[in-house]
């Protein structure tokens, strides 16, 4: 499985990103598909996932404001952000999980600054 991370930028505080990720190679047998983040000094954390049943789940930090969806057809995961905070400011990673094993994309970084 490889994955391609898009969508990131600067925003302004209160503004909207759309995060892709393209996947490719095998999908037989992915779980779950997750976005991560990792902010300058921090450590890397969960920010939403989606199974392969459409059941998502929420940091508590987000919730509310983003939206984690799939696009099966094109094998592309989703992550909508809305009213972005400074402190969503971080690099984001897409992530499948198959068979047990965890797949990386590359990072794509959200900026968000006034």
């Known amino acids: 499985v490889q994955l391609q991370a898009s969508g990131g930028g600067l925003v302004q505080p209160g503004g909207s990103l759309r995060l892709s990720c393209a996947a490719s190679?095998?999908?037989?047998?992915?779980?779950?598909m997750a976005w991560y983040r990792q902010a300058p000094g921090k450590q890397r954390e969960v920010v939403a996932t989606?199974?392969?049943?459409?059941?998502?789940n929420y940091a508590d930090a987000v919730k509310g404001r983003f939206t984690i969806s799939r696009d099966s057809a094109k094998s592309t995961v989703y992550l909508q952000m809305n009213n972005l905070r400074p402190e969503d400011t971080a690099v984001y990673y897409c992530?499948?999980?198959?068979?047990?094993?965890?797949?990386w994309g590359q990072g794509t970084q959200v900026t968000v600054s006034s």
């Open positions: 992530k499948a999980l198959r068979y047990g094993f965890d797949y």
């Open positions: 989606v199974t392969n049943r459409g059941i998502t």
């Open positions: 190679g095998s999908m037989r047998g992915i779980d779950l």
